[in-house]
């Protein structure tokens, strides 16, 4: 009996598959290809370009990765059949750096391509996309759930964007609120159903929503990507990391919440130093607090 409960997924927690662990083994493990390029040419239609013809996974998911030390989980890295480069996250943590940290991590790759003596014409675009747990925009501005930013002119609009750097951010919970009535029709583009099993798959009773399970049927590779979910709800040790993971992403989110009740400096600068004195790596820290190496070395 115990044995044929641990390998029925629907007796057990649900498991969030906004988990950047578990996000990361969905889309970014050795077998995941196929998968990730229908989620990528998803986004990008939605965006009004071509679809991915193909991806190569660059850094497949590594057990020894979901580290409960780790306060931010890798992301997915891949390059298309063009060479274009993609960066894809999901976000489950706001901070004042958040969009710095963004586009660090966009130069970064972007700047990564080239080794020493390499011209600059052997350069690829770099597309990062962000799956946010959380609303970055607010309300007033009017932004869409996917919102797509590229380098413009701002005083001749009419001029070419730079094509090299494109950043998208989807928003989750604006999404969550677009669907939170089952009985809404089947969701009618390629981006929507995505998001629709990334969102609700993980929560309570998610298999038995006829929306979930029409989409399951229809699309071959979300039915693979449930395959792939499957596994990872099965393993008693990627789920124990998980659990441990997130269990230190709330203490410090508490940790920082208190900081900002205190006032931010003074908050901010004992959080920084109890981290420290915990052993507590300053990238972590970074990631928290949204503070500098620099800065933080100096606290």
């Not at 049927?217 to 441990?244: H, N, T, V």
Request: aromatic share 10%.
């Amino acid at each position: 009996m115990e044995q044929q409960e641990k390998r029925d997924p629907d007796t057990r927690a649900p498991v969030p598959l906004t988990s950047d662990v578990v996000f990361k083994y969905v889309f970014g493990g050795e077998q995941s290809t196929m998968i990730l390029r229908s989620l990528l040419s998803a986004v990008q239609e939605d965006a009004g370009y071509a679809p991915v013809a193909s991806v190569e996974i660059r850094n497949p998911f590594n057990e020894k990765d979901a580290d409960d030390a780790k306060l931010s989980f890798v992301d997915v890295r891949a390059r298309d059949i063009t060479g274009a480069v993609y960066s894809v996250e999901m976000q489950a943590y706001h901070h004042r750096g958040f969009f710095s940290r963004v586009l660090y991590y966009w130069a970064k790759a972007y700047g990564d391509q080239l080794a020493e003596g390499d011209l600059y014409t052997r350069l690829r675009p770099v597309v990062s996309v962000n799956f946010l747990s959380f609303t970055v925009f607010p309300a007033e501005t009017g932004a869409p759930l996917h919102t797509v930013f590229l380098p413009a002119c701002r005083n001749a609009p009419q001029v070419e964007p730079l094509q090299d750097m494109v950043l998208h951010f989807l928003d989750l919970p604006m999404f969550a609120a677009r669907f939170a009535d089952t009985s809404a029709t089947l969701p009618s583009t390629a981006l929507e159903r995505w998001l629709y099993y990334i969102v609700r798959r993980g929560t309570n009773r998610a298999m038995e929503d006829p929306i979930m399970k029409k989409i399951l049927e229809e699309s071959p590779d979300i039915a693979a990507a449930e395959r792939r979910y499957g596994q990872f709800i099965a393993d008693e040790q990627l789920r124990s990391r998980m659990d441990a993971r997130d269990k230190f992403i709330r203490t410090n989110a508490q940790l920082l919440h208190d900081a900002k009740e205190e006032g931010w400096e003074a908050g901010v600068r004992d959080t920084v130093r109890g981290m420290k004195e915990k052993g507590i790596t300053v990238e972590t820290i970074a990631e928290i607090t949204g503070l500098s190496a620099d800065n933080i070395a100096e606290l």
